[in-house]
C-alpha cells in the first residue's frame, strides 16, 4: 500500500480519536472507557503546572469531563498502573499481555533496584510482607523506609524495594489526590479475569502489543510501533515480518519517509479531519518526537528542564491541533489561587496566520478554563499571537 503524506496524517489522526466529533453531551466513563480502549494507554506524568497529564488526552478528544473518570475506572480494576509507554494507566485486559515484561524484570528494571535485589534480597521480601500484612501503603507508610540511596533526591531504600516488587508485578499501585503511589498486592487491585487469563508465550504477547500499537497509531514505521509500548525495536522488526505474513499487519510505504510503515487492516481514512485541541506533552499523538515530525512537520521539544533564559518557548509548552495540522504552541500555565488560566507565551508554526490561529484557540481556551473551574483566560505578551489571542479571548468572554 502507497499513501501521500496528507493521508498518513489523516489515518493518524483518525486512530487517535480526532475525526471524531466531541460527544454533545455528558461525558461519563463509557465514553473514557472507549478511548482507553483505543489508545491502548494514557501515559502519567507528575508536573501540574495545568493539570495532570493524564487528564489531557481526555480533555483533547472528549471536551470537558469529570476529573475523577480515570481515577473511578482504576478504582472499579477496568485500568491498572503499569510501563506501558513509561508510567501508564492501561486497560485491564492487557495485564496478561505483559506478564513477560514482569517475568523480565530483575534484567529490565534500573540498575538501582536490580542492585538492590542483589545486595538485600532479604529487606525487598520483608517489605512485600508488610504490604501483604498492612496494604495499600505508600512508601513512607513502612516501618522500616530505609536509607537514601543518594542526594535530597534520591529514592529511600523502602522506596525502591516497593518499585521492584512494582516491575515484577509483586504488588501494584493506584494514585492519591497528591500524585504519590500507594501500593498493594496485585490481586488486591487487578481483577481476577486478568489475572487467571490466559498468558501468552512473550512473543505473542510482543506481537498483540505491536498490533495493539497499529491501531491506535494507524500507521507507523517499526520504530513508532515498538515506541508504543517500549519494545525493543530490533526484536520488534522481526516479530513484524511474521504479523505481515500471517497478515494481522499490512506493509506500506509513505510519502517522504525513509523507513517502510505497517497499517492496521481494519484501518480507515477519515475524509478529512476537523479537530480543536490542546496537546499533552505526553498524549500518545506526539510523544515520539521524531514521529510527530515526520507527520507534522513539528519539531518539539520540552523545555521544562532547560533553564529559563535559554527556553524558545516556555515551560509547559502545549501543541495546537486545528484541523489535521499542528499551527501553534502554547505554553499554559493554571493559577488556581487567581482563579485563571494563564497564556504565558503562544508562538504561531511556520506559515500559520496569527489571526487564524486566535479564534479557535480563544475558544479551546474558554473551554479548558470552564473545565478547569477557572474564572478567566490571560494572555501576556509574548510570541507572535499574543496579540491576536488577546483580542480573541476578550471576545470570547463578551
Sequence with gaps: MRFSAARARRLALGAQGFADPRPPGRVDRRHARRLVERL??????????????????????????????????????????????????????????????MDAAHERASQRL??????????????????????????????????????????????????????????????RASFERVYDLTERIVPARALDAPVPAPDEAKKTLLVRAARALGIGTARDLADYF?????????????????????????????????????????????????????????WERARTERIFGFRYRLEIYTPAPKRVYGYYVLPFLLGDALVARVDLKAD??????????????????????AGPLAAELALMAGWLDFEQVTVDDHGDVASALARAVRTVRA
Aim: proline letters at 7%; hydrophobic letters at 40%; charged letters at 30%.
Design 40 to 101: 491502548g494507554a494514557i501515559q502519567i506524568d507528575s508536573v501540574n503546572v495545568l493539570v495532570r497529564s493524564q487528564e489531557l488526552p481526555l480533555f483533547a478528544r472528549l471536551g470537558p469531563h469529570r476529573r475523577d473518570l480515570l481515577p473511578s475506572l482504576a478504582a472499579a480494576g477496568e485500568l491498572f498502573e503499569y510501563w506501558g509507554h513509561e508510567a501508564s494507566l492501561l486497560p485491564v485486559e492487557l495485564f496478561p499481555l505483559l506478564r513477560w515484561r
Design 230 to 286: 517500549r519494545g525493543d525495536v530490533v526484536e520488534s522488526r522481526s516479530l513484524l515480518a511474521e504479523l505481515v505474513e500471517d497478515g494481522r499487519l499490512v506493509p506500506a510505504e509513505v510519502e517522504g519517509w525513509r523507513d517502510p510503515a505497517y497499517v492496521h487492516p481494519e484501518a480507515t481514512i477519515p475524509r478529512r479531519v476537523d479537530a480543536r485541541a490542546l496537546l499533552s506533552p505526553f498524549d500518545s499523538l506526539v
Design 114 to 175: 536490580r542492585l538492590l535485589f542483589r545486595d538485600r534480597p532479604d529487606y525487598i521480601e520483608a517489605v512485600f510482607e508488610e504490604v501483604r500484612d498492612r496494604g495499600p501503603l505508600a512508601a513512607g507508610e513502612l516501618s522500616d523506609p530505609g536509607a537514601k540511596s543518594g542526594p535530597w533526591w534520591g529514592w529511600r531504600h523502602g522506596k525502591q524495594a516497593l518499585e521492584f516488587l512494582f516491575w515484577t508485578g509483586r504488588v501494584s499501585a493506584r494514585r
Design 336 to 357: 488556581r489561587k487567581a482563579s485563571t488560566l494563564r497564556v504565558r507565551g503562544v508562538f504561531a508554526e511556520g506559515g500559520c496566520s496569527p489571526v487564524d490561529i
